[in-house]
């Protein structure tokens, strides 16, 4: 009797495993979690088990059963660190939906490779994506390595851009190499969007010729768009995508203005470097 009674208990614990099931998505980075769909349910050894997955593969896309609440998402956030502010929605004048999601919209200004927020100061760490509608024709985004970047970067032009800034804005200047903070991985850290011109310290006057500055940028570019470093995902509602913004760049592809597109954003806070 009293077996059957354990037994029956145990059945009932509502706990989930410790473990997070997933496979690797892409040769350079990602992983798809397996055995979780609402991550809003998540325990407190499954989040470490998370962070450990966020801080190997980089990315970790979960296939979600349900589009969360922009509260919901909040809440997850802050799990994996600083909740850096509220819920941000990228969408165009043309979405029919509420006018609380207009508040915190943003401009589409994600088709140029880029990391968030990288003119802070404290640039944001990790960001949590989840996509609440997508188009009739489908929705992308490119996401690609900045760690591989740096390992496919030739030695001599390591040498010279090790002496490099990249000025975000007249006060912001983020190196262009540099050591992830939490990992200690060799990575490249660029914002095709925001950068307003690259810095030498080794140069009286600081600012390269505008010819190497195109030099670097169209480098990086090309790199990051070669097909074998990419993951480019297809949304689907509810779909949610953890990234490291220090070792991961990305990109959407082909928005167009009148696209029914809407992406909410949350990030955790970063460092100063």
Known sequence: MIRKLISKVRNLDPSPKS?????????????????FS?????GPNQIKALKQKIAKHKLVLIKGARVWTENEQEAFTKKLGILEQPAVYSLNEKNGINTSFRKRK???????????????KRPSYLSVFQMVRIPQEGAKTAFASLINLYLNLPLSEKEKWKNYKVLYREDIRHPLLWKHPYTGEDTIYFDLGFTQNILDDCKTGGKLALKKVNEIVTYIHDELSREASLYIH????????????????????????????????????????
């Open 234 to 273: 297809n949304w689907e509602p509810g779909d949610v995508i953890i990234v490291d913004n220090y070792a991961v760049s990305h990109r959407a592809e082909y928005l167009l203005d009148d696209e029914e597109r809407v992406l909410v954003r949350t990030t955790t806070e970063g460092i100063y470097f």
């Open 106 to 120: 943003t401009r589409q200004a994600g088709v140029l490779w880029h990391s968030d927020n990288s003119y802070n």
């Open 38 to 42: 609402d991550i809003t349910k998540i």
């Open 19 to 35: 473990t997070l099931e997933s496979k690797r998505i892409n040769e350079h980075l990602g992983a798809a979690l397996l055995n």
